[in-house]
């Protein structure tokens, strides 16, 4: 006979945690590793690139019901097509993409190995945030702020997903609300199926800030403001403004 809670993680669905890198995917395997019955699958990180597609089906494959495995997937509809075919839940991080740039920026001067690293080594820091917004040529490429948006704007508008915002669900200690963080958490809970008592939602609330994950720096809602420069503003503008407006992280150009 199954053990009860043998029984409880095989009525739970697979999870796939997918965001674009820095946009708080810690947050969210956080949230999962305090949820009662959730485990993570202990894969690799998974990534789709031309020469490893079948690994990372694979991959994902191994993920057991009451699993999360973790990713970094531009939208593919070879992607969505075998999540819904394995009952996956796909929890999608959006974040405001000039508080990303500015994470992401951060995150490769701290980390010696990043291959971007030696890229950005002999920039200041208003330069290489300049490169991070335009992009950059050679190997490794990076592409413009715009073009990396474009490939995830597939997850956030899919109705198989639920995009979770990076914004709702930090809470106070990152400048935002407890109540938009209740009410990200209830969506979560309601989407894969949980129950969401309030006790269990506040159990959570108190839970999910990890400061202790290697790629938490800051957390802080609008820290893009204390970085960009006119300049810098300018520019993503041009690039970029048609998505703050599309998911409302501004109302105009007058920012």
Wanted: aromatic letters at 10%; a positive charge; hydrophobic letters at 35%.
């Amino acid at each position: 006979m199954k053990r009860k809670e043998e029984i409880q993680m095989t009525l739970l669905p697979r999870v796939l945690v997918n965001a674009m890198p820095k946009n708080g995917t810690h947050l969210l395997l956080s949230t999962l590793a305090n949820m009662t019955g959730f485990s993570d699958s202990q894969a690799k990180q998974v990534h789709w690139g031309k020469n490893n597609r079948e690994q990372a089906l694979a991959t994902l494959e191994k993920t057991l019901p009451g699993q999360y495995s973790k990713a970094h997937l531009p939208f593919n509809q070879r992607i969505i097509n075998f999540l819904m075919e394995h009952d996956f839940r796909v929890l999608n991080m959006q974040r405001d993409p000039r508080d990303n740039v500015v994470s992401l920026l951060f995150y490769i001067r701290r980390y010696q190995h990043h291959p971007f690293h030696p890229v950005l080594d002999g920039f200041d820091d208003d330069e290489a945030l300049m490169m991070l917004i335009n992009g950059f040529e050679g190997l490794p490429r990076f592409n413009s702020i715009d073009k990396r948006l474009q490939n995830w704007l597939g997850w956030f508008d899919h109705p198989y997903c639920l995009t979770v915002r990076f914004e709702n669900l930090i809470g106070e200690s990152g400048g935002g609300s407890r109540l938009q963080q209740q009410q990200q958490l209830v969506a979560i809970l309601s989407y894969l199926g949980c129950g969401c008592p309030e006790d269990k939602v506040s159990g959570l609330a108190e839970k999910i800030i990890n400061q202790k994950s290697h790629s938490f720096r800051k957390g802080q809602i609008g820290d893009w403001k204390n970085h960009f420069k006119a300049a810098h503003s300018a520019r993503f503008k041009a690039l970029a403004n048609d998505f703050l407006l599309r998911y409302g992280y501004e109302q105009d150009c007058d920012w």
